[in-house]
């Protein structure tokens, strides 16, 4: 690495690679080079230390490589406040209309209206509980977006705003702005905020071209969009108008492209670039927002913008959100992993205002936009509690997490050791692993829910009198394959289960459930003292560390594997027996609810932390036991999909842990094993099954979004390693399918165009032949397979 030294004031340091632009001048600045890319044409250098060497105070802006080897350079420096606890990231205030945006003030919530905007009277004048918003309005909406594409769609907007205003309902009102600077012009005179798309506002759609620029081609570019986009900017500035600098993932433009690639540094630059216009008219009442359908993508966007705010010093608010995240418990999943993420990572400390990183959201459903409220609030409600709570773990020094560059710590897997009996490879996947907690009652009942068919279960009595279960039922539940009446693995089976209370040594039949179940490398974990009572061969055995210390686990026989359970925030010395005792086949992560004060996300991330330091590979298992509170109603059920994806799904989307347990008593067995699965779906870990990237429709959707979808799931949602996207339209451009390998888009009424990847390879489809075409498709391209046969 090369290194040199450049004196006099440097009003702006740019350098592509980076996309690093420092709004400070700094005095002295001492500058490391990297060899260029071999990907890019042109001569760059990698900006790696800059210092201040003035009394000014400023922080010292270091670069580092994202990865060992990686290309990506990200600042050293902080994206939040406090890497231990819950902190406010303090931002300036942005008022939307009568609605105040900041850090001072709580998350503002928001959804999209789904009808026609020419249609004035659907939206506005039909009866007060059918009209779409007045419906948001009364759900609790703080804000509602409306697209507006055309110059009708901006003359209604008009007529819309003064109906509402007529009918006493002031909610500030937001225009959805692609392809149509004249269009947000107008429609800057009466709705309340803008948003802008950086990746089409001034730019053509995106054609996937690598185009080589000079850095006089470049700066023309950076001029056209100063040319198109400054008019707003000073009508924004005349009627008070708020902004949103909105920037997907998936509309990136052929430039941002070529320079930075379809990535979440691309994304940062492509908002900067309208940020700095915005700037220079000195207008600031603006917020930025950083989407993809991708979570992990979309964290590591937010976290690189606000990284780089620190820089640069500007203090914006954040509209966060999941683009496209689909309908049902999968949509609400992506959402919470997402949004969950960046909400419990810096929350204000101030009891008095609890909002935290994200000053409104959207969980985009494939839903009625009203749908979208009640997670909305569920996430606002978790970061308000963690923030009045000021949760945290004692502070520790974070050298290996990586914030910007997904790279999954992986655990190492159980390896099969001589003269051992049964195959203990299989208790955890190397994807991402499924644990379940099984109860005696269950497993004499052989299911949760099997109070619903009496006949599946029930052979005889047992010695304890009860009755003595069909095991089938058993196997069933954790999703095992059974040929003539003999369990197997599947690919969504369970890896492992967790039997708190082992069946009595005299109960043949439990006991030879649970031994098939060995048999087919499934782990049965146990507590030491059942084990020690009563015990079950080739069982693991859990133990904290306290067991670990006294030396109780000694009363096992050596070849015992063990288990482990640890809080994350116990002293380094109580950790360290870890690197003594041997047979450790995992660790669970359990840190319970009721702990107030304490962070579950902070103290994992210590005990990671811990780990890497000291070269300790245990696989993790994130093990959440949810309150008894948390009922089998679908309210409950949404608790738990969004506490489970925004405090597991915020460590896994870091590429920390290797599995997760999920027990909650009141909960359906098949309900937990799903989301589970879908769980380590939603952060990229584990495929089981199809994954469907669904816009949540708006009034550019061009068929029946929410009936086309359920069609096409009931029918290729057996195809895991298969994404398949559903678009409405095709306003973003193909680049919103950048996750998908299938596209199912709306082309014009009544037609369908279909793609691979970003690619359209049949267009004008009928709508009534288009689900079968898109079947077809998937066929003659390998991907298909046929439903499997019931059991």
């Given at each position: 690495m090369a290194a040199g030294a450049v004196p006099s004031l440097i009003p702006g340091l740019r350098t592509r690679d980076s996309a690093l632009s420092f709004a400070k001048s700094v005095d002295f600045a001492r500058v490391s080079c990297a060899p260029e890319q071999s990907r890019m044409k042109l001569r760059r250098r990698h900006a790696a230390v800059i210092r201040s060497s003035s009394n000014s105070g400023s922080e010292i802006v270091e670069l580092e490589s994202a990865a060992e080897g990686s290309p990506l350079l990200v600042p050293r420096q902080k994206y939040c406040e406090s890497l231990h606890k819950t902190v406010r990231r303090k931002t300036r205030t942005v008022m939307v209309g009568n609605v105040a945006l900041g850090s001072e003030h709580p998350i503002r919530i928001q959804t999209m209206t789904t009808s026609d905007t020419k249609d004035v009277a659907k939206t506005v004048e039909e009866v007060h509980s059918l009209s779409p918003v007045m419906r948001i309005a009364d759900k609790g909406a703080d804000l509602v977006r409306i697209t507006v594409q055309g110059k009708k769609e901006a003359d209604a907007c008009f007529e819309i705003k003064n109906k509402l205003v007529q009918e006493n309902y002031d909610i500030p009102l937001v225009a959805d702005i692609h392809f149509a600077p004249a269009v947000a012009l107008r429609v800057a005179e009466c709705f309340d905020k803008i948003r802008v798309n950086p990746g089409n506002f001034a730019d053509r759609r995106a054609q996937f071209e690598t185009i080589e620029y000079t850095d006089e081609d470049y700066q023309k570019e950076l001029e056209h969009i100063e040319k198109v986009f400054s008019p707003l900017v000073e009508k924004c500035k005349k009627y008070g108008r708020a902004m949103r600098i909105g920037t997907n993932h998936g509309s990136l433009s052929d430039r941002i492209m070529s320079y930075y690639g379809d990535s979440p540094r691309g994304m940062v630059e492509s908002a900067f670039e309208f940020a700095r216009i915005c700037r220079k008219l000195d207008f600031h009442n603006f917020v930025f927002s950083m989407k993809a359908s991708n979570p992990v993508v979309m964290v590591q966007a937010y976290r690189l913008l606000v990284a780089e705010m620190y820089v640069q010093g500007w203090d914006y608010p954040l509209h966060l959100g999941v683009t496209e995240a689909g309908e049902g418990e999968d949509g609400r999943m992506k959402s919470a992993i997402g949004i969950g993420t960046l909400l419990q990572k810096v929350h204000s400390g101030n009891t008095k205002k609890k909002d935290g990183l994200g000053d409104t959201i959207r969980v985009s459903l494939t839903e009625p936009p009203e749908e979208?409220?009640?997670?909305?609030?569920?996430?606002?409600?978790?970061?308000?509690?963690?923030?009045?709570?000021?949760?945290?773990?004692?502070?520790?020094?974070?050298?290996?997490?990586?914030?910007?560059?997904?790279?999954?710590?992986?655990?190492?897997?159980?390896?099969q050791k001589e003269g051992e009996e049964v195959d203990y490879r299989g208790v955890l996947h190397r994807d991402g692993s499924v644990l379940m907690s099984v109860s005696l009652d269950m497993l004499k009942a052989g299911s949760i829910n099997s109070d619903r068919d009496p006949q599946l279960f029930g052979r005889s009595l047992g010695p304890a009198g009860y009755r003595i279960p069909t095991p089938e039922l058993l196997y069933k539940s954790l999703a095992a394959k059974l040929a003539v009446g003999m369990p197997y693995k599947d690919l969504a089976t369970v890896d492992s289960i967790l039997l708190r209370e082992l069946p009595p040594l005299e109960d043949a039949d439990a006991r030879l459930a649970l031994k098939r179940l060995i048999d087919i490398s499934m782990g049965v974990v146990t507590p030491l003292t059942e084990q020690l009572t009563k015990p079950l061969p080739n069982a693991i055995v859990l133990v904290n560390l306290k067991q670990l210390s006294t030396g109780a686990y000694k009363l096992l026989p050596e070849v015992t594997r063990l288990a482990v359970t640890v809080r994350g925030d116990e002293p380094y010395e109580e950790l360290d027996i870890l690197k003594i005792v041997g047979d450790i086949t995992m660790l669970l992560h359990d840190l319970p609810y009721s702990e107030d004060k304490l962070s579950r996300v902070h103290a994992a991330r210590r005990l990671f932390e811990y780990l890497e330091g000291n070269s300790l590979n245990f696989p993790v298992i994130h093990h959440l036991q949810f309150p008894e509170q948390i009922h089998s109603s679908a309210i409950g059920?949404?608790?738990?999909?969004?506490?489970?994806?925004?405090?597991?799904?915020?460590?896994?989307?870091?590429?920390?842990?290797?599995?997760?347990?999920?027990?909650?008593?009141?909960?359906?067995?098949?309900?937990?094993?799903?989301?589970?699965?879908n769980l380590l779906q939603g952060c990229r870990m584990r495929n089981?099954?199809?994954?469907?990237?669904?816009?949540?429709?708006?009034?550019?959707?061009?068929?029946?979004?929410?009936?086309?979808?359920?069609?096409?799931?009931?029918?290729?949602?057996?195809?895991?390693?298969?994404?398949?996207?559903?678009?409405?339209?095709?306003?973003?451009?193909?680049?919103?399918?950048?996750?998908?390998?299938?596209?199912?888009?709306?082309?014009?009424?009544?037609?369908?165009d279909l793609y691979v990847g970003k690619t359209v390879v049949k267009r004008g489809i009928a709508m009534e032949h288009a689900t079968e075409a898109l079947i077809q498709l998937i066929k003659d391209h390998g991907r298909w397979v046929d439903p499997p046969a019931e059991d």
């Open positions: 979208e409220i009640d997670p909305c609030r569920r996430l606002a409600n978790l970061g308000m509690q963690a923030a009045n709570l000021q949760k945290g773990t004692v502070p520790f020094e974070e050298k290996h997490r990586r914030y910007f560059d997904f790279q999954r710590r992986s655990g190492q897997l159980p390896v059920r949404d608790d738990l999909v969004i506490m489970a994806g925004s405090s597991a799904g915020a460590l896994l989307v870091d590429g920390l842990g290797d599995g997760v347990l999920l027990e909650a008593s009141d909960q359906e067995y098949e309900f937990l094993r799903n989301t589970s699965f089981t099954k199809t994954e469907y990237v669904s816009c949540p429709s708006c009034g550019r959707t061009l068929f029946d979004l929410q009936e086309i979808s359920a069609q096409i799931r009931e029918k290729t949602s057996h195809l895991p390693g298969v994404s398949i996207a559903i678009m409405g339209c095709i306003v973003n451009g193909p680049g919103e399918m950048a996750d998908a390998d299938f596209g199912y888009v709306g082309g014009s009424p009544g037609k369908i």
